[in-house]
């Protein structure tokens, strides 16, 4: 049986596996994620957090009101399972609004707990054990587990550095009469590159060619630089029912601890999607959506101001990284950074990161994480950079030690 390698930077744990019986083989075919085990060892050794991408400053203020506004008003029991009315009218405008994307709230958009629980329910609502997924890797560890929990197989396919694009012959290669989805994720965490419109057509002919599903992360789509843009491969031709797009307000309102996310997809596939969320989940925190039915409403300079700001975040980022020895490779988009560590000399970069957190005093996150053959990213860490700039001066002074 595939599993994903063991890959923890903490001490096993003191469990004894004595009732194999009682633990299903699908939970033992993968580890906990290595990302947020980082920020856990980061606070034990007090470590500047530059692992796990959440933002260490305030939510805006006028979604913090509404959220308390909407308790007080008692939106406090179930919102309707796929979702707050005022939310998904709201998503469907804005997706108007930002892409000429037109979406039926009552029966194509499903508001979830995060686009965490959205490319889980999306993946288990599409997948059959034996069916095959393609993963651009490195990947969003998520991806590992999502589809092994639905039972799918994985078809990895290398993005290469030094500007993450991908052979298009390995892509088509991928591809076969099994294949379900590709999973696409961009703006891209690790690499932070945004796809471009030939790259996004390309998939999008392999998508039609073999009769199969994008599914997209966009929970980066408003942090660009460098007059990239990001284009919804739903948008291209015969992509409107093949895609299932996954978002949230997570990344884009910095609210990553409210879990308020959604699934858009043609009406069938909506249908199971909201099976499988309504059995998961049942919906997420009501007042929150009334929360994130503002945020739809918030005006274009909102977005255009967040993409400058984690820009001029991006080039201090470069600048204590190059400044410290790592080598950067390119980013335009979301908001990491994947730095080469070969010049430090350490056989890997689980060990490296273990020097970096334990004795330097900055956590990030260790490259083979974002590999299925660790090999691959032994020589790679990622930082984030969506902390506040006093964050990032920290970690410069520490960074100096190393
Ligand atoms: C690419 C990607 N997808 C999904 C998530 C999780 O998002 P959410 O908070 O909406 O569950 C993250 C969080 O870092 C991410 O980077």
């Given at each position: 049986m595939a599993s994903i390698a063991q890959k923890s930077l903490l001490a096993p744990p003191d469990i004894p596996n004595r009732r194999p019986k009682f633990r299903s083989e699908r939970t033992l075919r993968f580890t906990e994620?290595?990302?947020?085990?980082?920020?856990?060892?980061?606070?034990?050794?007090?470590?500047?957090?530059?692992?796990?991408?959440?933002?260490?400053?305030?939510?805006?203020q006028i979604l913090k009101d509404a959220a308390r506004e909407a308790i007080a008003k008692d939106v406090n029991q179930y919102a309707i399972t796929w979702g707050a009315k005022s939310f998904r009218d709201g998503i469907a405008a804005k997706y108007k609004?930002?892409?000429?994307?037109?979406?039926?709230?009552?029966r194509e958009i499903t508001v979830c707990c995060g686009s965490t629980e959205g490319m889980m329910a999306s993946l288990m609502a599409t997948t059959n054990?034996?069916?095959?997924?393609?993963?651009?890797?490195?990947?969003?560890?998520?991806?590992?587990?999502?589809t092994l929990l639905s039972s799918a197989e994985r078809k990895f396919v290398n993005l290469r550095p030094p500007d993450w694009r991908f052979d298009p012959a390995e892509l088509r290669a991928a591809f076969s009469k099994n294949t379900?989805?590709?999973?696409?994720?961009?703006?891209?965490?690790?690499?932070?590159?945004?796809?471009?419109?030939?790259?996004?057509?390309?998939?999008g002919e392999l998508c039609q060619e073999f009769d199969c599903l994008a599914i997209t992360d966009e929970i980066y789509e408003h942090i660009t630089y460098d007059g990239a843009q990001h284009i919804p491969i739903m948008t291209l031709p015969g992509?409107?029912?093949?895609?299932?797009?996954?978002?949230?307000?997570?990344?884009?309102?910095?609210?990553?601890?409210?879990?308020?996310?959604?699934?858009?997809a043609a009406p069938d596939l909506s249908d199971s999607i909201r099976k499988v969320h309504d059995f998961?989940?049942?919906?997420?925190?009501?007042?929150?959506?009334?929360?994130g039915a503002l945020a739809m409403t918030l005006p274009d300079e909102y977005y255009t101001h967040l993409a400058v700001?984690?820009?001029?975040?991006?080039?201090?980022?470069?600048?204590?990284?190059?400044?410290?020895?790592?080598?950067?490779?390119?980013?335009?988009?979301?908001?990491?950074?994947?730095?080469?560590?070969?010049?430090?000399?350490?056989?890997?970069?689980?060990?490296f990161a273990r020097h970096l957190i334990e004795d330097v005093g900055v956590a990030a996150v260790p490259g083979s994480s974002f590999f299925e053959n660790p090999e691959q990213g032994s020589q790679m860490i990622r930082f984030c950079y969506c902390k506040k700039y006093e964050t990032l001066e920290a970690a410069k002074a520490r960074l100096e030690k190393i």
């Open positions: 994620s290595v990302i947020r085990e980082m920020t856990r060892l980061a606070f034990q050794h007090k470590a500047v957090n530059l692992a796990q991408g959440f933002p260490d400053f305030p939510a805006p609004r930002c892409y000429g994307l037109e979406f039926d709230p009552e054990a034996g069916d095959e997924i393609v993963i651009f890797e490195p990947h969003y560890e998520n991806y590992g587990p999502d379900k989805a590709i999973i696409l994720c961009s703006p891209n965490n690790p690499t932070g590159r945004v796809f471009e419109r030939k790259e996004l057509e390309i998939i992509m409107r029912d093949r895609t299932v797009i996954v978002n949230s307000l997570s990344k884009t309102y910095a609210v990553t601890g409210w879990r308020v996310g959604w699934v858009l998961l989940t049942v919906g997420a925190a009501s007042p929150l959506q009334e929360a700001d984690y820009g001029a975040r991006r080039d201090v980022m470069i600048g204590v990284l190059n400044g410290a020895g790592f080598h950067c490779y390119q980013t335009n988009g979301a908001y990491y950074i994947m730095a080469d560590i070969s010049g430090f000399g350490y056989p890997d970069d689980m060990e």
